[in-house]
């Protein structure tokens, strides 16, 4: 039977506190479970599957990163907005590793057509980007340079994979500054008309 207090916005949020524990390896359904207290079966009741569980947890982290991003970003541009966002990103991913890494994960457009997380935030990425005075496609190409450098970066701070003594934090920032320096002198597209 189904706890009467169940819906499926406290399991999907009871699955990303797990998450952020245990890691996306160890959110099962069974797991769930018994940290809430019922049957695997009842869950059902709430998720489809395992995979339903968590695009949830995915859309979930990117309506908080977003949030939290948004805060930090606004009224600023240029290099302030910059690390701004990135270090927002990078704390909410140390905050919560667990729905970070899910929400990394990837996923049908189908999936995530609805998310108001993941919309705004493409507006905050492209609207920091724009400060720096890009236009297509040189705004998808520095949106997708931010993402994966702001991932590899975190995803080996999480994983133990910066063994130098060197200090992480300012590695950190001396990395943003590159960042900023490379958008402020962003390359012009070859002429491929010749």
């Known amino acids: 039977m189904v706890r009467a207090s169940l819906t499926a916005a406290k399991v999907t949020e009871a699955a990303a506190e797990l998450a952020d524990e245990a890691g996306p390896d160890g959110l099962t359904v069974s797991a769930l479970a018994r940290r809430l207290g019922v049957r695997d079966a009842s869950l059902y009741s709430h998720v489809k599957n395992l995979r339903d569980l968590r695009v949830r947890i995915a ?9 939290r991003i948004g805060s930090a970003v606004a009224g600023r541009a240029g290099k302030d907005a910059l690390i701004a966002f990135a270090d927002a990103y990078r704390q909410y991913a140390l905050d919560h590793p667990g729905r970070y890494a899910v ?3 990837g996923f049908s457009p189908e999936e995530v057509a609805d998310s108001a997380g993941l919309r705004r935030s493409v507006e905050l990425t492209y ?4 400060a720096y005075g890009l236009t297509e496609p040189d705004l998808t190409d520095a949106a997708r340079m931010l993402r994966s450098t702001f991932h590899g970066y975190i995803h080996l701070e999480l994983s ?3 063994g130098h003594p060197r200090d992480v934090q300012e590695s950190w920032t001396r990395s943003l500054e590159a960042l900023h320096v490379l958008l402020e002198n962003w390359p012009a597209r070859p002429d491929r008309s010749k």
């Open 59 to 67: 859309l979930l982290a990117s309506v908080e990163m977003t949030d």
């Open 127 to 130: 609207g920091m980007l724009r």
């Open 160 to 162: 133990g994979g910066f």
């Open 103 to 105: 929400s990394q994960m």
